[in-house]
């Protein structure tokens, strides 16, 4: 079975980090792009950060662009989100999602997200 696993949250003061872990498995992981969202309390669910299958490029909203750093290890079948000079309104429930597109469809995995805090 799909499993997507993150950890990592918890409470920050503001300009502070963390470090998003998310461990995946019941896919093949070298096959899917990984990405990160959010969904801050009382608004919708946005994208953060990505990282592709084949080259690891990597993407970032404009909002956390130069603060957090996506990466993943293969051999690990795991997904980071490097998150610095944290911000109260980084506050969220952050998600990992494994997407792919296959057959001209998408398909996407998703965790259960882990509550992230920003608050001195």
């Known amino acids: 079975q799909v499993m997507l696993v993150e950890s990592g949250g918890g409470l920050e003061q503001p300009g502070g980090s963390l470090r998003l872990s998310c461990v995946t498995s019941?896919?093949?992981?070298?096959?899917?792009?990984m990405k990160w969202y959010r969904q801050p309390p009382g608004k919708e669910r946005e994208w953060v950060a990505s990282?592709?299958?084949?080259?690891?490029?990597?993407n970032y909203s404009d909002s956390v662009k130069g603060r957090f750093s996506i990466s993943r290890d293969n051999a690990k079948s795991t997904t980071y989100l490097q998150m610095n000079r944290l911000q109260p309104e980084d506050t969220a429930v952050y998600y990992c999602?494994?997407?792919?597109?296959?057959?001209?469809?998408?398909?996407?995995?998703w965790g259960q997200g882990t509550e992230v805090t920003v608050s001195s």
């Open positions: 999602n494994a997407h792919r597109r296959f057959m001209g469809k998408d398909f996407a995995y």
């Open positions: 019941g896919f093949t992981f070298t096959e899917y792009d």
């Open positions: 990282v592709t299958r084949v080259d690891g490029v990597t």
